[in-house]
């Protein structure tokens, strides 16, 4: 069987891994992702793959996830999030001195396509992606396929506006669909209402314990993220919408938005399956590995 390098480039983290065809893991392990300025994400890429195969001298190809949009067909990066090296540049020529195939594609995207091959959307042809964490993140799978639009800018959930009470740059930089519903948002909200400083798992403790204040807050972060996903059901009726990040492996979060979607009235409520993410951490490799292997055309 052929082996693959994949990385799944985050804020914090690269996570790496050494594949077979199967998406069978050979080697996994992760380094911190180097702060932007003069490049350094090309060379601890280059680095890596120089490791690897000195241990896998057959790797036939690189496989990247990334946060930000790409033109998948030139990798070229439109705009991205913390890893800010890469915007602007042409991914697959930067890295053509590696001697191998390259190919990229955006995080959210490895996600859905993750779950497509190996995860609970198995059986749809046209599902959702909803990323949950510091912010938004989504992707519009339809007729089989990615739905990237302009250079890989579609299926940025997070960008959409939910309150109409301020100018419009406001809007969309404050009162998005991210500021309103990520994880990040929810423990801010936290933190600032009881003066404190915890993390997210600190908070669910509590609301385990049936703290009502707490309780209260998150569900209130539950329900501005009901509304999101309702709009987006609204809008691409699919399937079938998948909800990933960390908070998805909360017991009650998918049944919550399950009873917010049985309040209203229309068609594709009454018919809408919304489910977790199975592939959670490793969503990003197996994704980043699922595109390499189309657009080789070995799918």
Request: proline fraction near 3%.
């Amino acid at each position: 069987m052929k082996k693959f390098l994949v990385l799944d480039i985050g804020g914090t983290f690269i996570k790496i891994a050494v594949m077979n065809e199967e998406a069978e893991m050979l080697s996994e392990e992760r380094v911190p992702t180097p702060a932007s300025g003069d490049g350094a994400i090309f060379r601890v890429i280059r680095e890596v793959f120089h490791e690897q195969q000195e241990l896998y001298p057959a790797i036939a190809g690189v496989a990247l996830s990334i946060p930000g949009a790409v033109d998948v067909e030139n990798g070229y990066v439109s705009y991205a999030g913390s890893v800010m090296d890469i915007i602007g540049v042409k991914i697959k020529a930067e890295l053509a001195d590696l001697g191998v195939p390259v190919e990229v594609e955006n995080d959210a995207n490895c996600a859905a396509l993750a779950e497509k091959w190996k995860g609970n959307a198995q059986d749809c042809e046209n599902f959702l992606c909803v990323t949950i964490g510091t912010g938004i993140g989504g992707a519009i799978f339809s007729r089989n396929e990615i739905v990237h639009g302009v250079e890989g800018m579609a299926g940025e959930f997070g960008l959409m506006m939910l309150d109409t009470h301020a100018d419009i740059p406001e809007l969309l930089e404050q009162r998005n669909f991210s500021r309103y519903s990520s994880t990040w948002n929810m423990v801010d909200r936290l933190n600032k209402h009881f003066g404190e400083e915890k993390t997210g798992e600190e908070w669910f403790e509590l609301y385990d314990q049936q703290n009502a204040e707490v309780m209260k807050i998150i569900h209130s972060f539950y329900d501005r993220l009901s509304i999101g996903i309702i709009n987006l059901m609204h809008i691409f009726a699919p399937e079938k919408i998948v909800i990933g990040g960390g908070i998805s492996s909360r017991p009650e979060l998918i049944p919550y938005v399950k009873r917010q979607i049985a309040k209203v009235p229309t068609a594709i409520a009454a018919k809408m399956e919304i489910q977790e993410c199975k592939q959670k951490n490793r969503a990003g490799l197996i994704g980043a590995l699922y595109h390499f292997q189309k657009m080789a055309g070995t799918f």
